[in-house]
């Protein structure tokens, strides 16, 4: 989501300081408008902007990645943002819902999160993550940390069975 915006915006910024941006996921331009514009839009970049399509290897490929972009313009909590975290890469996103709450931790920031009125910033935030590798690794391991507290399968399950039995619970009592 918001691959246009960052093609249109972020991706020629990026092109000139040689730094390579790769989209995973289904991508069919000849079956879908949106990914044939972000194709004609990428096409003056050349090399620079790749479409891999779609992976089963998610994982890897995150790992690979100096950090991970979120663009979206309206969005919850985004699975990719808890994959890049967990993967131990940082994030630079867009301020959407959860964003700032999950990169943003006092103490242990996970990744940078800007307006998306201002590309610049987004910019210049993923350039600097490119030629700090150190401070890529410190963001990406802070979220690894975020994210095996929060999303740990266990911790995960227990929220939802609480949910579930309280709405058990209320359910009875209402007489349903």
């Given at each position: 989501k918001g691959q246009l915006?960052?093609?249109?915006?972020?991706?020629?910024?990026?092109?000139?300081?040689?730094?390579?941006?790769?989209?995973?996921?289904?991508f069919d331009p000849t079956e879908n408008?949106?990914?044939?514009?972000?194709?004609?839009?990428?096409?003056?970049?050349?090399?620079w902007v790749e479409f891999l399509g779609y992976s089963k290897d998610?994982?890897?490929?995150?790992?690979?990645?100096?950090?991970?972009?979120?663009?979206?313009?309206?969005?919850?909590?985004?699975?990719?943002?808890?994959?890049?975290?967990?993967a131990g890469r940082p994030v630079v996103s867009?301020?959407?819902?959860?964003?700032?709450?999950?990169?943003?931790?006092?103490g242990r920031p996970a990744g940078r999160v800007h307006s998306r009125?201002?590309?610049?910033?987004?910019?210049?935030s993923i350039i600097e993550l490119c030629?700090?590798?150190?401070?890529?690794?410190?963001?990406?391991g802070n979220g690894a940390a975020i994210a095996r507290e929060l999303f740990a399968a266990e911790r995960v399950i227990a929220a939802y069975e609480g949910?579930?039995?309280e709405l058990a619970a209320a359910g009875a009592s209402a007489g349903a």
């Open positions: 915006y960052f093609l249109q915006n972020i991706a020629p910024i990026l092109a000139k300081c040689g730094i390579r941006a790769v989209f995973c996921g289904d408008a949106y990914a044939a514009e972000c194709l004609r839009v990428a096409e003056p970049l050349g090399g998610m994982p890897n490929l995150i790992r690979q990645a100096s950090c991970v972009c979120v663009c979206s313009a309206h969005e919850g909590l985004m699975r990719t943002m808890i994959e890049a975290m967990a867009t301020d959407v819902a959860s964003a700032r709450e999950m990169l943003e931790q006092p009125s201002d590309p610049q910033a987004f910019a210049r030629d700090n590798p150190p401070l890529a690794d410190e963001l990406g949910c579930y039995v």
